[in-house]
């Protein structure tokens, strides 16, 4: 599976943005999807996670409430709603797939490159 995050850009604190992952090959369906963030100087972290049919989700909490994530599978995308930001949010974005649904990062199997997401203040 080869993935392609898109979507990140500079927003004003309180804004919104919908970054997406595209899937290659048809097994898109089978993979749990994950999305993670490194912000410069820390280490990546969790954000929100998808399991292959799209019923069920999870959330760091530091974006719940805020973030959504979901997926279609017909189009093989993955979709990270992203409103109310906050400088915080500042980071680059990944998406993961893997076989488990998990905030886990050593669970996921193949890893797409990021997208950069700046939030201005």
């Known amino acids: 599976v080869q993935l392609q995050a898109s979507g990140g850009g500079l927003v004003q604190a309180g804004g919104s943005l919908r970054l997406s992952c595209a899937a290659s090959?048809?097994?898109?369906?089978?993979?749990?999807m994950g999305w993670f963030r490194q912000a410069p100087g820390r280490e990546r972290e969790f954000v929100a996670a998808?399991?292959?049919?799209?019923?069920?989700?999870g959330y760091a909490d530091s974006v719940k409430g805020r973030f959504k994530i979901s997926r279609d599978n017909a189009k093989n995308t993955v979709y990270l709603q992203m409103n109310s930001l906050k400088p915080e949010d500042t980071a680059v974005y990944s998406c993961?797939?893997?076989?488990?649904?998990?905030?886990?990062?050593?669970?996921?199997?193949?890893w797409g490159q990021g997208t950069k997401v700046t939030v201005s203040s």
């Open positions: 993961a797939a893997g076989g488990s649904y998990s905030p886990s990062t050593s669970l996921y199997d193949y």
């Open positions: 090959g048809r097994t898109f369906s089978r993979y749990a």
């Open positions: 998808i399991n292959w049919s799209g019923g069920s989700t």
